[in-house]
C-alpha cells in the first residue's frame, strides 16, 4: 500500500462525522458545490473517494466499487446518488492512469 493510500484510510477511520468548515456547497441535497464534484461529502467520505481514485488508478477496481457502494447507501436522496454515479464515471472510473516509465 502506498503511503497515499494509507493515509486516505487512516484519515476515513479516523474521521467520524466530521465535515469540512467551507465547502463552497449552496444546496445540501446535492452532492456537488461549485468548484467540487463530491463537495458536499464528510471528510470521511471524501477520503474513501480519495482511495477509490487510487484504487481506480490501480487496477483495483473491485475496491473502488466497494468504496462506491458504500458511499451510495449512505448518501440521503436520490439526485445525489445520480450525481455520485456520473462524477464517478467521469472523475474515479476514468482517472488517468500514472504516467509509465
Given amino acids: 500500500m502506498g503511503p497515499a493510500l494509507a493515509s486516505y484510510l487512516s484519515i476515513a477511520s479516523q474521521a467520524g462525522e466530521r465535515s469540512f468548515t467551507w465547502t463552497g456547497v449552496n444546496d445540501r441535497n ?52 445520480a450525481q455520485l454515479d456520473g462524477y464517478w464515471a467521469r472523475c474515479i472510473s476514468n482517472s488517468p492512469s500514472p504516467a509509465t516509465k
Fill in 30 to 81: 446535492r452532492l456537488d458545490s461549485f468548484f467540487d464534484p463530491f463537495g458536499n461529502l464528510t471528510v470521511a467520505q471524501r477520503a474513501n473517494v480519495e482511495a477509490a481514485r487510487i484504487y481506480s488508478r490501480t487496477g483495483r477496481s473491485a475496491q473502488a466499487d466497494r468504496v462506491k457502494s458504500a458511499l451510495r447507501m449512505a448518501l440521503t436522496n436520490d439526485e445525489q446518488r
